[in-house]
């Protein structure tokens, strides 16, 4: 049995599962194997994938779905679902993840001499073609937190899941919504409420591709209102008032400002129309987060800049004119050609 189960998802990545599957199986930790799943690829996905579990017999478990799910949300249930997920902790990757050779040795480390039930590293935004470093996420965090919450900290610990080590129980105990944008920070704030403890490293240990073809790039109002939905059902179900503090502060990031740029991006999205529905949103379930702890000007200020942002941008949306922030973002990318994520 494996120390680490690392569980891939595929879909038309002929230009890059090879790549990714090269450096886990020339990394310096090597007690894992592999569930991978590919999503009815029509491309050479498939073939890469068969040569590559031939090179390493016994190492990685390979389904290739006959019908396709449509959803990395689906393939990775599948994979919870299939009983090949035998390791001590799991790591879930997409197949054009880029690692640093040490990415699994450092975070089993991290989290066995921290006793922590996930291990978080930092990451960069590199963007496809030029290579360009677009931003650095991830990094000034505790090397330990505590859980539940003691501070908005959670809240600020990115959602997706390649940059993480999980405690396999943990992990396999619950499932990802059925959407696809948002879905994976969805399920880990389920995780976190089994946790006793997140271990951080500042060290960059995956690269994340800037891709225009990626799912985030073309992100669907539809799939916005689900991920709105399933946090405020996380909301109003949460008994902890610091957890709950902590999922409304991740609703404004996340609902208020991440998925409006990805709206303001998307031109079969009425912008304006989907502006009012969000302020509404924010309105009804979380009374603009007036008695949000996180929320407060003084606690924001800890966050510096990032911090004073969300105060501004909770200003801007009350005001009607939110829109502001939306085009100062979007011409502060384009002109110095930069990126950072909330």
Known sequence: MPEITVVITTYNLEAYIGACLEELFSGTYQDFDVVLVDDCSKDKTVSIIKAYAEKFPGRIHSAFLQKNLGSPAKTRNWA??????????????????????????KLHTLALQNGADVAVCAYDRVEEGSGRVLCTEMQGFPALMTLPPEDDTLAFINGALWNKLFRS?????????????????????????????IACTNEVLIHYRVRTASVISNTEERTIRCFAEELARQYHQAQDPAQKDTIGL???????????????????????????????????????????????LQQL??????????????????????????????????????????
């Open 169 to 197: 129980d943990i992990a396999l105990a619950h499932r990802i919504p059925d959407f696809k944008v948002g879905e994976d920070l969805c399920y880990q704030q389920a995780i976190y409420r089994d946790c006793s403890s």
């Open 250 to 296: 991740l609703a404004f990031i996340h609902i208020g400002i991440s998925m409006a740029l990805r709206a303001a991006d998307n031109p079969q999205i009425n912008l304006h129309a989907h502006l009012k529905w969000t302020a509404r949103y924010l309105k009804d379930h979380y009374g603009w987060l007036r008695r949000n702890r996180w929320m407060r």
């Open 301 to 342: 200020r800890k966050r510096g800049v990032k911090g004073i942002a969300l105060w501004g941008c909770r200003l801007l949306y009350r005001l009607g004119c939110f829109r502001l922030f939306l085009w100062c973002y979007r011409g502060a990318v384009r002109l110095f050609h930069v990126d950072f994520k909330f």
């Open 80 to 105: 919870l679902d299939s009983g090949f997920i035998d390791g001590k902790y799991v790591v879930f990757l997409d197949g054009d993840d880029s690692l640093e050779p040490e990415y699994l040795e």
